[in-house]
């Protein structure tokens, strides 16, 4: 089955630019969407963004102009650029495969988007 | 940005419980709702999809309702596996956004 796994430093300096990236493993990375996502120590689930295998992107409003996501196909990889970074950006950092399912209600086809495999996540510390 | 309200933000109960967690989106969200599990030092698991549907390997004690603002996580009969934190999120108009999560711990 797919399997995911963060890697990049677990320390980065303030000011600097957090590089993460994901390996998929036992699929392929074509045909869905790869996002990132984060937890602070103690805290909730933050949602960065996500990539369609062909490049196309969505952020977290709150973070775009700070985030960069991309895809390597040939590699079976995606990554995760933060600039900037602050202490605020010390979390856990996870990566996860957003599928889509379709479901007849009523008639009618919808599509319905989760993410259904997640990596174990990796903790990143902004510190100097 | 969708404003998803999750609660209670914690609860205690005691295994063989019912429990509800709710979560309402800050404007209609159709059924684009998943629930998941994330229990300490562990990456959170899909339970619910789409407000209702059941993700495969989950034990059928879980359930999703609702539809639009509001919804629900039921489990019917919590075990002793289920003590962990559950978090709401929706994923409309391509932007995701979780819940604050809810807290079930042993009373």
């Known amino acids: 089955q797919v399997q995911l796994q963060e890697s990049g430093p677990g320390l980065v300096k303030p000011s600097e630019t957090l590089s993460l990236t994901c390996t998929v493993s036992?699929?392929?990375?074509?045909?869905?969407?790869w996002s990132w996502i984060r937890q602070p120590p103690g805290k909730g689930l933050e949602w960065i963004g996500y990539?369609?295998?062909?490049?196309?992107?969505n952020y977290n409003p709150s973070l775009k102009s700070r985030v960069t996501i991309s895809v390597d196909t040939s590699k079976n990889q995606f990554s995760l650029k933060l600039s900037s970074v602050t202490a605020a950006d010390t979390a856990v950092y996870y990566c996860a495969r957003r599928i889509s399912s379709g479901l007849l209600q009523g008639g009618h086809w919808y599509y319905y988007y989760y993410m259904d495999v997640w990596g174990k996540g990796t903790t990143v510390t902004v510190s100097s | 940005a969708i404003q998803m309200t999750q609660s209670p933000s914690s609860l205690s109960a005691s295994v063989g419980d019912r429990v509800t967690i709710t979560c309402r989106a800050s404007?209609?969200?159709?059924?684009?709702l998943g629930w998941y599990q994330q229990k300490p030092g562990k990456a959170p698991k899909l339970l619910i999809y789409a407000a209702s549907s059941l993700q495969s390997g989950v034990p059928s004690r879980f359930s999703g309702s609702g539809s639009g603002t509001d919804f629900t996580l039921t489990i019917s009969s919590l075990q002793p596996e289920d003590f962990a934190t559950y978090y709401c999120l929706q994923d409309y108009n391509y932007l995701v956004t979780f819940g604050q999560g809810t807290k079930v711990e042993i009373k």
């Open positions: 036992g699929g392929s990375i074509s045909s869905y969407y």
């Open positions: 404007q209609g969200i159709r059924n684009d």
């Open positions: 990539i369609y295998y062909s490049g196309s992107t």
